[in-house]
């Protein structure tokens, strides 16, 4: 999809509300545990259809044992699927995790590659994944739409469609390119504490003065 042919058809106070999203999480970050580019690379890959709690119980017992692709690739399918497999699609994951760790090893010399077309190539890696290491691993500015970065944005009104490419294309033509990384990160801390799935906490919302959800369901 051609981000220039994104229209963006509703008009909403841009700049207002990521002002106050600023001010509601000074301290909104990735809430992964990683120490580095590979760490986030696998524990971004866990995460899919998992919560960062549940990854994050994992991830730093996993760590401790296997640093680097070379590590992982010690390990049998199966031997993986038995230290992930608290996390849900487990077998797949592991399937992806070790071709991806023999792809790093042999192709990057067990770096992971800064360019998102590289890390879209490798197993179990999407377009989310790749733009969330990108961003906080690399500071290359992006915008990773995750559930939580769809629905907010989508109800505030930043973005008008039931499509996440088309949601993030539409994100990264109305924020500054400087505040992609931050505005991921606001976004999805709202959505886990305010503007959550079922029953958001309008009554409570800094946000309700602008949003469009609120207004259409005052």
């Known amino acids: 999809m051609d981000d220039k042919k994104i229209k963006l058809t509703n008009r909403v106070p841009t ?9 509601m999480y000074p301290e909104a970050k990735c809430e992964l545990l990683y120490r580095n580019p590979f760490e986030l690379l696998i524990a971004t890959m866990l995460s899919a259809q998992a919560t960062d709690k549940k990854v994050n119980q994992i991830t730093p017992f ?3 044992k ?3 692709p070379k590590d992982f690739l010690s390990l049998s399918q199966q031997e993986l699927e038995q230290e992930i497999k608290q996390i849900g699609l487990y077998k797949t994951k592991s399937k992806n995790i070790l071709e991806t760790c023999r792809i790093l090893q042999e192709k990057y010399n067990g770096e992971v590659p800064k360019s998102r077309e590289e ?9 989310k994944t790749a733009n969330v290491v990108l961003s906080n691993a690399f500071g290359i500015p992006a915008i990773a739409v995750d559930t939580h970065v769809f629905r907010v944005s989508n109800r505030i009104g930043l973005a008008k469609s039931d499509n996440v490419l088309e949601t993030e294309l539409q994100l990264m033509k109305r924020i500054p390119k400087q505040l992609w990384s931050n505005a991921h990160h606001w976004l999805i801390w709202h959505g886990r504490r305010v503007c959550i799935a079922r029953n958001p906490k309008c009554e409570i919302c800094p946000l309700q003065p602008y949003c469009q959800y609120a207004k259409e369901n005052k």
């Open 62 to 64: 996993l760590f401790q």
């Open 15 to 23: 700049k207002q509300i990521l002002d106050l999203l600023a001010k």
């Open 119 to 127: 890390l879209e190539s490798l197993p179990g890696v999407g377009r």
């Open 66 to 68: 296997y640093k680097t």
